[in-house]
């Protein structure tokens, strides 16, 4: 399989010869940084099974907020806690001056039910948009704090050789925050975790279930996509179902517009320039089969890979809806409201950075992967400085992706011996982009 093409070819080469001052002087660093992850296996895989037997909800993750901030506070990291409601921010001052570096980890679990029969499979309940459910760690959000944890342990071993500051970003409610609340990444910034010190760039990392593990992929420019949620209010008249003309049919008017917003993607974007999606996920309307409701509600998501095509189908959706439910006689009324924006990993940091994740895994374990429609938060991250999101392999080797089940479904399941792994790329992007000093 071709890993690379011939123009990301050209600017690895070009990265690694930029680079190699900094490979030089971190030789030795590099080395012990290797070593120390390699120790904390054992440790990071119990923090992992802790968490994925105790997880938590976004904005209510209060006892794996207390386990990172005790952990930090043994290591002599300075912590804050209380940060975007739940979420701990450490620092951790190195033997030198220098640049600030940040590193996040997401903590939220998912309303799933968990399905695998793990001795620490989660067993814990909740109530989630007026249904009871269970609450699972459906993402890995479990394996990205512990590895942090772990990551923290190792610099925190080094700190005397590195020119620089660390911050360890542990963030609550990546995968949404309460309904009409702002929280997540969106309010670690707007706190100012990006601040005092002021952070100059962030890394981050993704465990992957569908890549094996002992591997590393990245995108440079757009790698994950924005995410908007869209919701439709086609108002109409009521009527008895027997006299629909004495109605204005919102129900038919609604499944006219979902019809209608199909076109946008297949018919109005230019898909060779990038990918786009747009899915209607809910549609609310009507209490009896022989009634013509006033209302139907239409809710989804629109995701995107840049800013230019995000603006276009949003217009796009807002004349579908109103132009079609006007031609029945109806009213639409949009709202589109931004999750996340484009994760968008910095050309020249991902460049100046790629070394260093060879160096993590070994060259002919790194790839560069296309871009993906999902979304992160982290996104919020890299709009205020440069920032590199990377994808950790999660998936036992030899076994085909197509057999392993997705993230967010009751058989997620991930390979632990992948963590080490995740521990050494998040403590070498670190020091090597201390060690560089500022770009």
């Known amino acids: ?25 971190n030789t030795a660093l590099d080395a012990q940084i290797a070593k120390l992850a390699a120790q ?28 990172v901030a005790e952990h930090l506070k043994k290591l002599g990291i300075e912590v804050q806690t209380g940060v975007a409601r739940t979420g ?6 190195g033997g030198k001056p220098g640049p600030v570096v940040a590193l996040r980890a ?39 704090v512990a590895m942090l944890l772990g990551a923290a342990e190792v610099l925190s071993q080094v700190k005397k050789d590195l020119p620089g500051t660390v911050k360890f970003i542990f963030q609550p409610a990546e995968e949404g925050s309460l309904p009409g609340v702002v929280g997540g990444a969106r309010l670690m910034v707007q706190e100012g975790a990006l601040d005092k010190p002021k952070v100059d760039a962030i890394f981050g990392v993704h465990i992957q279930a569908q890549t094996e ?107 579908t809806a109103t132009n079609i439910a006007e031609s029945a006689g109806a009213t639409a009324e949009v709202d589109i409201v931004n999750y996340a924006p484009v994760t968008y990993n910095d050309p020249h940091l991902t460049e100046q950075m790629v070394p260093s994740l060879n160096r993590a895994a070994g060259t002919t374990n790194v790839r560069v992967q296309k871009a993906v429609t999902g979304a992160e938060d982290f996104a919020y991250f890299q709009e205020k400085v440069p920032g590199l999101f990377v994808f950790v392999g999660g998936m036992p080797k030899g076994k085909n992706p197509a057999d392993t089940a997705p993230h967010h479904t ?16 998040l403590a070498t992007l670190a020091a090597d982009y201390l060690s560089a000093g500022k770009k």
């Open 40 to 67: 904390q296996e054992a440790k990071v895989i119990a923090w992992r099974r802790d968490l994925h037997e105790h997880p938590e909800l976004g904005n209510q993750e209060t006892r794996t907020a207390a386990l």
């Open 213 to 319: 593990v002992g591997q590393l992929s990245y995108r440079p420019g757009g790698e994950m996509a924005s995410s908007d949620v869209f919701n439709i209010k086609v108002k109409g008249k009521s009527a008895h179902g027997a006299y629909p003309w004495l109605a204005v049919d919102p129900v038919v008017t609604a499944a006219q517009i979902i019809l209608g917003l199909q076109t946008i993607v297949s018919r109005q974007t230019e898909l060779t320039e990038d990918a786009a999606v747009l899915t209607v996920g809910m549609v609310h309307g009507g209490v009896r089969n022989n009634i013509i409701p006033e209302q139907v509600e239409l809710t989804g998501t629109i995701r995107c890979l840049n800013k230019d095509m995000q603006q276009k189908i949003w217009a796009a959706v807002r004349r």
């Open 88 to 93: 701990v921010v450490g620092i951790l001052k």
């Open 106 to 144: 997401d903590m939220d679990a998912l309303p799933v039910t968990e399905s695998n029969s793990l001795p620490f499979a989660s067993k814990a309940r909740t109530t989630y948009n007026g249904q009871e459910v269970g609450v699972m760690h459906a993402c890995g959000h479990d394996t990205h």
């Open 1 to 25: 399989m071709k890993l690379f093409s011939a123009t990301t070819c050209t600017a690895l080469t070009a990265a690694l010869l930029t680079a190699a001052p900094v490979l030089a002087q």
């Open 410 to 425: 009751p058989g997620f399941f991930v390979d632990e011996s992948g963590l080490t792994l995740g521990v050494k790329t």
